[in-house]
């Protein structure tokens, strides 16, 4: 099974910054009543269909006398039920929480477990009523207020200590983003300084951040490669030769499948597209054609696939 894809991968600049503030300043719904003890309950509650094919993200992890290691793991463990927060009633993803945890954890780590969830919602909750309106612009010194914000209320529910294991490298990148983007919204400087500044920022980071950092623009400069290379007459052999020397056979392999995957699509997309036109030109009333269409996209497209069409319609 595939893992659910959670981690953000966080760019330079604005973007950067709103993304990592707006991560802290992600409330959750109020929690909907819990299920009373007497209540009966389903052993085997229904997944949420958007985690189907995926496997929960993060982990949780005990010490040898059985205490609960608090790490970032147990947040992402958390987050990963999170998502799913609208297609489900919450008392039912905190169920699936907490049957995940006593499946990981011996009892001990496991009621350990279910307190920092049951405060991570409360946090949540409490971060989604505090949050004031929207800012016509995300200027640093509004993110830097809404973060500071965030952290002062989340100390209310979580250690200092407790805070560091489970938020710390989120909140470093937070604030290693904010200091970006101080620096590239600074008028005093002119384009030489802000690289320099930039820089010695970036410098800065750890080694495994800054190879996070760069790995999407790796991953550009590879499709920036295998165009170049097909727009010069090169064959598809030579893209696979380029992106195996680049990175390994195993990822060059990888590539190459969602290459034909994207050809597939598009081939598909023009067939819906040129019956599509047929259908709505041809004889008949709306109900016809509409119950036409209907046929059509179920013949090509899987009810999934149909959601995306939207945008191949207009």
């Given at each position: 099974m595939r893992p659910r894809q959670l981690p953000m991968i966080w760019v330079a600049g604005v973007v950067a910054a709103s993304a990592l503030v707006a991560l802290g300043l992600q409330g959750a719904p109020a929690p909907a009543a819990r299920v009373a003890d007497s209540a009966p309950v389903d052993a085997t509650p229904?997944?949420?269909?958007?985690?189907?094919?995926?496997?929960?993200?993060?982990?949780?992890?005990?010490?040898?006398?059985e205490a609960l290691v608090l790490d970032p793991a147990l947040i992402r463990l958390f987050d990963y039920?999170?998502?799913?927060?609208?297609?489900?009633?919450?008392?039912?993803?905190?169920?699936?929480?907490?049957?995940?945890?006593?499946?990981?954890?011996?009892?001990?780590?496991?009621?350990?477990?279910?307190?920092?969830?049951?405060?991570?919602?409360?946090?949540?909750?409490?971060l989604k009523a505090q949050r004031p309106p929207k800012a016509a612009t995300r200027s640093v010194d509004t993110l830097r207020e809404g973060l500071r914000l965030m952290l002062a209320l989340r100390a209310t529910y979580?250690?200092?200590?407790?805070?560091?294991?489970?938020?710390?490298?989120?909140?470093?990148?937070?604030?290693?983003?904010?200091?970006?983007?101080?620096?590239?919204?600074d008028p005093a400087l002119d384009a030489g300084q802000r690289r320099e500044r930039l820089a010695a920022l970036d410098a800065r980071l750890p080694a495994s951040e800054r190879a996070e950092r760069e790995a999407p623009l790796a991953v550009v400069r590879l499709e920036e490669a295998a165009q170049r290379i097909r727009a010069q007459g090169g064959s598809e052999d030579d893209v696979y030769r380029m992106r195996a020397a680049a990175t390994s056979p195993e990822a060059a392999n990888r590539l190459a499948d969602v290459d034909r995957e994207e050809a597939a699509w598009k081939a598909r997309i023009a067939a819906y597209q040129a019956q599509r036109a047929a259908v709505l030109s041809?004889?008949?009333?709306?109900?016809?054609?509409?119950?036409?269409?209907?046929?059509?996209?179920n013949r090509l497209f899987t009810p999934e696939e149909q959601r995306r069409l939207a945008a191949y319609e207009s």
């Amino acid at each position: 099974m595939r893992p659910r894809q959670l981690p953000m991968i966080w760019v330079a600049g604005v973007v950067a910054a709103s993304a990592l503030v707006a991560l802290g300043l992600q409330g959750a719904p109020a929690p909907a009543a819990r299920v009373a003890d007497s209540a009966p309950v389903d052993a085997t509650p229904r997944a949420a269909s958007s985690l189907a094919g995926t496997s929960p993200d993060g982990g949780a992890t005990a010490t040898a006398d059985e205490a609960l290691v608090l790490d970032p793991a147990l947040i992402r463990l958390f987050d990963y039920y999170l998502t799913t927060v609208g297609e489900r009633p919450l008392s039912a993803i905190q169920e699936q929480v907490e049957r995940d945890l006593d499946g990981r954890l011996a009892p001990r780590a496991a009621r350990q477990a279910k307190d920092v969830f049951a405060r991570y919602l409360q946090f949540k909750t409490a971060l989604k009523a505090q949050r004031p309106p929207k800012a016509a612009t995300r200027s640093v010194d509004t993110l830097r207020e809404g973060l500071r914000l965030m952290l002062a209320l989340r100390a209310t529910y979580f250690s200092q200590a407790e805070s560091q294991a489970l938020f710390g490298a989120q909140d470093a990148q937070a604030s290693a983003a904010l200091a970006r983007m101080a620096i590239e919204q600074d008028p005093a400087l002119d384009a030489g300084q802000r690289r320099e500044r930039l820089a010695a920022l970036d410098a800065r980071l750890p080694a495994s951040e800054r190879a996070e950092r760069e790995a999407p623009l790796a991953v550009v400069r590879l499709e920036e490669a295998a165009q170049r290379i097909r727009a010069q007459g090169g064959s598809e052999d030579d893209v696979y030769r380029m992106r195996a020397a680049a990175t390994s056979p195993e990822a060059a392999n990888r590539l190459a499948d969602v290459d034909r995957e994207e050809a597939a699509w598009k081939a598909r997309i023009a067939a819906y597209q040129a019956q599509r036109a047929a259908v709505l030109s041809s004889p008949g009333d709306d109900a016809s054609r509409a119950a036409a269409m209907s046929d059509l996209r179920n013949r090509l497209f899987t009810p999934e696939e149909q959601r995306r069409l939207a945008a191949y319609e207009s």
